[in-house]
């Protein structure tokens, strides 16, 4: 039988949301602990399903994708101290990994999504993806606006320049592709979806349907890679 997410586990990081404060979590400690773990057992078994598609999900443990849900307000104006969500990536290499992958990020309040693509890579590898995206435009528009992927995922989003990329003209038939400075394709899902026993399959589904995406994003990454050695 598929690990589920257990109710309680939504009801503690939606109260957390209201709740942002460390009276209140050192308080429901031991409910975070709980809702941690059962997230964990989710990644695990997710991991485990994943290995049929995807390679990097091999020998990769849950506790060790899951990101800290302390948040670094040294820099932010916001003080809150803790995330209102878990978050786990897959990847080659890791959650800090700055190689293309997958990302749950499980929330209350209907605020649970499943992601994929490359974050804010260093400037090599954002010229390497633009020259990949520039001399394939036709199988990279064949990955992300293929009919089934927009409706999953809706349209790439990402921060973009306001202007063009150096070296690239207005008039390029993949400019709008190329403003990106990280390529990402979302797919929100409501809580319903989340607490019901199929929430596995879904989340499997959708990262089955952004492996193109990510092999794409990550083919340039390891030309790149091998031409620096």
């Known amino acids: 039988m598929s690990a589920t997410i257990d109710k309680s586990t939504l009801a503690f990081l939606a109260d957390l949301t209201q709740n942002n404060n460390r009276e209140w979590f050192n308080e429901n400690k031991k ?3 709980a809702a941690r773990k059962d997230y964990t057992v989710f990644l695990d078994e997710m991991l485990e399903e994943m290995t049929a598609f995807e390679p990097v999900a091999y020998n990769q443990k849950g506790k060790d994708l899951l990101f800290r849900i302390y948040r670094d307000v040294r820099f ?78 809706g349209s ?3 921060e973009q320049l306001k202007t063009t990329p150096k070296g690239y003209e207005k008039e390029n038939p993949a400019i709008e592709y190329l403003r990106f400075k990280s390529w990402n394709a979302m797919m929100p899902i409501n809580d319903e979806t989340v607490l019901s026993s199929n ?30 050695e």
């Open 156 to 158: 790439i989003s990402g």
């Open 76 to 153: 932010s104006n916001d003080k809150r101290p803790y995330k209102d969500h878990f978050g786990a990536y897959v990847t080659e290499g890791g959650r800090k990994s700055i190689y293309p992958g997958y990302y749950l990020h499980l929330a209350g309040n209907n605020n649970t999504f499943v992601a994929g693509g490359l974050w804010m890579p260093p400037s090599d590898y954002l010229k390497a993806v633009r020259q990949e995206i520039d001399y394939n435009l036709d199988e990279f528009k064949s990955i992300v606006e293929e009919e089934d992927f927009k409706k999953r995922f």
């Open 31 to 33: 409910r975070y602990e």
């Open 199 to 228: 929430f596995m399959e879904v989340v499997l589904d959708a990262m089955r349907a952004l492996k193109p995406l990510n092999d794409f994003l990550m083919h340039p990454l390891k030309d790149l890679e091998q031409e620096q």
